[in-house]
């Protein structure tokens, strides 16, 4: 009876160990970033969040809109003209090479998408400092940063900062 307790006792001990390590590690890959693309050099990185489609009675005719999620971080020790260093000159790219500039376009992209999704809240302290030019040492802006018109049929590979020639592929998630 004693062995019989004891290999219940095990068993359960057993479950209750898995369990746990199971739970650890789908909150481990819960918790880990995964970004469609990220570039850096020895100032900044910048990660490309998320893509957000997104449909426009402004949109041409066999055009979409896309916006940019993005998250950008001060790696260094200085302060850094992030507006016309960086979040001016980031660029999304196709499979047959055509670059898409966000521009002046892409600020009221970013905007009309945020009033008519109600389910998404822009963080305007973030997004103002992505352009600020003074952005400060070691800290991090995320926000809908940029929009984008490009063809419906347009295959997005590419990521970057074109002042910079910076420039990543982008992964499928």
């Known amino acids: 009876m004693l062995k019989q307790w004891l290999m219940d006792k095990s068993f359960l001990f057993l479950i209750v160990f898995c369990v746990v390590i199971v739970t650890n590690q789908i909150s481990f890959a819960q918790n880990k970033k995964s970004y469609l693309s990220t570039v ?10 998320k893509l957000h489609p997104f449909l426009s009675s402004n949109n041409k005719d066999g055009h979409k809109f896309l916006v940019a999620e993005i998250l950008i971080e001060n790696i260094s020790d200085k302060i850094i003209n ?6 001016m000159s980031l660029v999304l790219i196709d499979s047959n ?12 992209i970013v905007s009309e998408f945020l009033t008519k999704d109600s389910d998404v809240e822009q963080d305007q ?14 800290t991090k802006a995320q926000s809908f940063l940029c929009g984008y018109e490009v063809p419906n049929t ?20």
Request: no cysteine.
């Open 40 to 49: 850096s050099n020895e100032e900044v990185k910048i990660s490309l969040i």
């Open 82 to 87: 992030m507006g016309s260093e960086y979040s």
């Open 97 to 108: 090479g055509k670059e898409y500039k966000s521009g002046i376009k892409g600020a009221g």
């Open 125 to 138: 302290k973030a997004y103002n400092l992505s352009f600020s030019d003074k952005f400060p040492p070691k």
């Open 154 to 173: 347009a295959q997005i590979v590419k990521f970057g900062i074109k002042k910079k020639n910076l420039f990543s592929e982008i992964q499928s998630k």
